[in-house]
């Protein structure tokens, strides 16, 4: 007998309706003779409804109305766990509804994105042993005080990997609205093919890089504790995407995948003296304010006596971002600063990089063929990223799709 993790996502349980077909997936592996753990998201939108809810109250700066923000918009996933255990009930399959303090699933404290630290198995094992399906609500958590937690939006799915983990399970199978993993979002490259396999770092950049389709925490989960996950939908038997190791994957590529993320914001500070120490008093704010600076270009001027300093933060934390570097502007003593938060980055990725020269050069003509301008570049081994104006983002992805010999 083999144990078995479902999850499925907001719009897999998004009315009873959808709720009964999931009870029809879970009923279809109880029938192969498995064992099944469901991790369940809260209905499409709610999340973001109770979100909404909580920032009309609140700004959210206190830690104290952030461990209220998780008690709310944990709440979504209680319902449709319930939900899910009652209508397997009715279709005479033994279940009970799972909240995170009730497994426990343990995690550090920091509420609204908080990581996972342990997952006690005792009672939910015991269960299943009893021949009750366990329908446990992702994204949730309690920490070491008692109090609810979050994991991050789209937490469920590294609920859903960390409790495939933590059970020792055969698989982790995550049921979403597409059909597996693509070589760039289905829905806005219409052209783009899905992945039989997928090897974990290129997902892994490419869910860092702003492709949803799985929480980045769940990839890296996978990856440390060797979890066998598949992407697959909720709505066919398609079959899916494997997660694999690289010497798995067979078919040799250049680019695997390219992704997006319009949730970026640019800063750029004019005539900044160009000295030892500039960089950390520019970024050593931000950092205190908690703020993640991910693309970083500079720009010496030709006496080299100073610099104009460009870079990136989440969208949403620009406003801050600008008021933490204006805070500090008689250290860092630059001329001017300028925003811009309607800028997006396209990132190409696949592990081919490693050994195939050249790639950055095909990007950039491209999107320069397109008349697309490149305001800032960041490279790792097997990723290339551009920032470019949000406008262009669609005719990027799909041009570089073209490009490099992804259209299905
Ligand atoms: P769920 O609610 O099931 O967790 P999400 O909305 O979080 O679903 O993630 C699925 C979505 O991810 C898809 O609808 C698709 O638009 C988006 N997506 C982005 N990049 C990709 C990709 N490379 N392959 C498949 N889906 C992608
Ligand atoms: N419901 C949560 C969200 O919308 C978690 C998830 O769907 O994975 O972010
Ligand atoms: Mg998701």
Redesign the pocket.
Known sequence: MALIVQKF??TSVADLERIRNVALKVKKELEHGNQVAVVV?AMAGVTDQLVGLVRQISPLVAPEALEEYDAVVSSGEQVTSGLLALTLGEMGIPARSWFGWQIPLISDSAHSKARIHDIKTDAILQSLKTGKVAVVAGFQGVDENGRISTLG??G??TSAVALAAALKADRCDIY?DVDGVYTSDPRVVTRARKLRKVAYEEILEMASQGA????TRSVEMAMNHGVRVQVLSSFSDAEGTLLVDEEEVVERRKVTGIAYSRDEARITLTSVANVPGVSAKIFGPLAAANINVDMIVQNITEAGKETDMTFTVPRGDLQRAVAAVEKSRDQIKYKSLHSDATVAKISVIGVGMRSHVGIAQEMFEALAEKGINILVISTSEIKISVLISEEYTELALRSLHTAFGLDG
């Not at 949803?212 to 929480?215: E, G, T, W």
């Open positions: 996502g907001g998201s939006r789209g469920s799915d979403t949803k389709v799985l929480q």
